[in-house]
Each structure stands twice: as structure tokens, then as C-alpha cells.
């Protein structure tokens, strides 16, 4: 069955990096793209990035662009999110999700990023 | 940029009823537009992509319908394990979610 870990959230200063890990399994990675989507706390869900299966093309929502960069490494079946000059706005819980054409259509639990002084 | 507005934001419900949850884009989006249901602490769920169609696995009290800028997601008959905090997506220009409606039991 289809299974995506997120791990690598923590406490993080404002202005220091974090890279966050989705670890994929039970279908075969290269083959979809990846999204990250995020939730601040007591807010809804909000998109961040989506990753081609290639790793060709990139997108991100405009409040991370220039910040936070996806990538993949398709041999460790693994998708990534390093996230610069973090802010306290980033704050939130981080998740995975599969690309299926224009669906969303499996999502980790996510991992917690907190940004405090 | 495309917003998408969810109403109500929340909704208190009876077993049984029927719910309707509506979801409106600031410009046409034909029908690409989903819906996912988000517990607390669970991964969220797909339940409806390209606006009418039933994911795979999800009951069918769940549906949509809708296209241009106006949707709606209906359960029609609310069970207890349907409390959760429900969102659209839009993906005719990358992607956005409403502001979620949360569905509570009354």
C-alpha cells in the first residue's frame, strides 16, 4: 500500500534552514509527482510546492518562492523540502502528498516545523 | 490569483441529515476542482476530484457537483465518523484551498 513519511521538522530559529524528508513506498516513486502542502496552526491547508516526476519542473506557492526548494532522489524513493531564511509564518504542520494527474490523492501525517526565537 | 470561499466555515449536524457544503472560485475553473476531508492528526483524505467523481474506497453518501465557479460537496446522510474539517481545491492555476468548512455533530 501506498505509504509517505515525513520526518526532519523541528524547533528552528527565524532565518536559520530546515530540510525536511518524505520517505515513499508501495508504488513506484519516479513515476508521480510530488506536492508539499502545509497547515498553520489553527488555519487551513495551504499549498507549497509541487515536484514533476522527473524533477523537471518546479512550482511553489509566491510566499515561499526564493526560500524553500523541492527535490527528489528517485534512487532512495525519498522527496524533499529545504526551507531557507525560515520565518515565523512558516510555522505548521508540513505534508506530503502524491500528484495523481491534478489529485492530491495520498498524504503522510505530516511533520511539525516550529519557527521561535 | 484564483480564491476559493467555502461556506459556512463550520456546520453543526444531526446524524442522518443531509449536508451540504458549497464552494465558490473568484473566476471560472470548469471542473477542476476537488475535495478532501481532514481529520485532526490524520493524513487528509481525497474524497472528490474533477468536482463530481468519487475517489476510490470513499462511501457513497459523498458526492459533487458544480462547474464554472460555484460546487458543492454533499454527504447525504451524515455519519458520525464524517466529523472532520472539509476543503476544495482549485487547480486550474496551480493549486489553492478554501478556508475549510468544519463539520461537527449536534
Known amino acids: 500500500q501506498v505509504q509517505l513519511v515525513e520526518s526532519g521538522g523541528g524547533v528552528v530559529q527565524p532565518g536559520r534552514s530546515l530540510r525536511l524528508s518524505c520517505a515513499a513506498s508501495?508504488?513506484?516513486?519516479?513515476?508521480?509527482?510530488m506536492h508539499w502542502v502545509r497547515q498553520a496552526p489553527d488555519k487551513g491547508l495551504e499549498w507549497v510546492a509541487l515536484?514533476?516526476?522527473?524533477?523537471?519542473?518546479?512550482y511553489y506557492t509566491e510566499s515561499v518562492q526564493g526560500r524553500f526548494t523541492v527535490s527528489r532522489d528517485s534512487s532512495k524513493n525519498t522527496l524533499y523540502l529545504q526551507m531557507d531564511s525560515l520565518r515565523a509564518e512558516d510555522t505548521g504542520v508540513y505534508y506530503c502528498a502524491r500528484a495523481y494527474s491534478s489529485r492530491l490523492d495520498y498524504w503522510g501525517q505530516g511533520t511539525l516545523v516550529t519557527v521561535s526565537s | 490569483d484564483i480564491l476559493m470561499t467555502q461556506s459556512p466555515s463550520s456546520l453543526s449536524a444531526s446524524v442522518g441529515d443531509r449536508v451540504t457544503i458549497t464552494c465558490q472560485a473568484t473566476?471560472?475553473?470548469?471542473?477542476?476542482l476537488n475535495w478532501y476531508q481532514h481529520k485532526p492528526g490524520k493524513a487528509p483524505r481525497l474524497l472528490i476530484f474533477d468536482a463530481s467523481h468519487v475517489q476510490t474506497g470513499v462511501p457513497s453518501r459523498f458526492s459533487g457537483s458544480g462547474s464554472g465557479t460555484d460546487f458543492t460537496l454533499t454527504i447525504s446522510s451524515l455519519q458520525p465518523e464524517d466529523i472532520a474539517t472539509y476543503y476544495c481545491q482549485q487547480y486550474v492555476h496551480l493549486y489553492t484551498f478554501g478556508q475549510g468548512t468544519k463539520l461537527e455533530i449536534k
Open positions: 508501495g508504488f513506484t516513486f519516479s513515476s508521480f509527482g
Open positions: 515536484i514533476w516526476y522527473d524533477g523537471t519542473k518546479k
Open positions: 473566476q471560472d475553473i470548469s471542473n477542476y
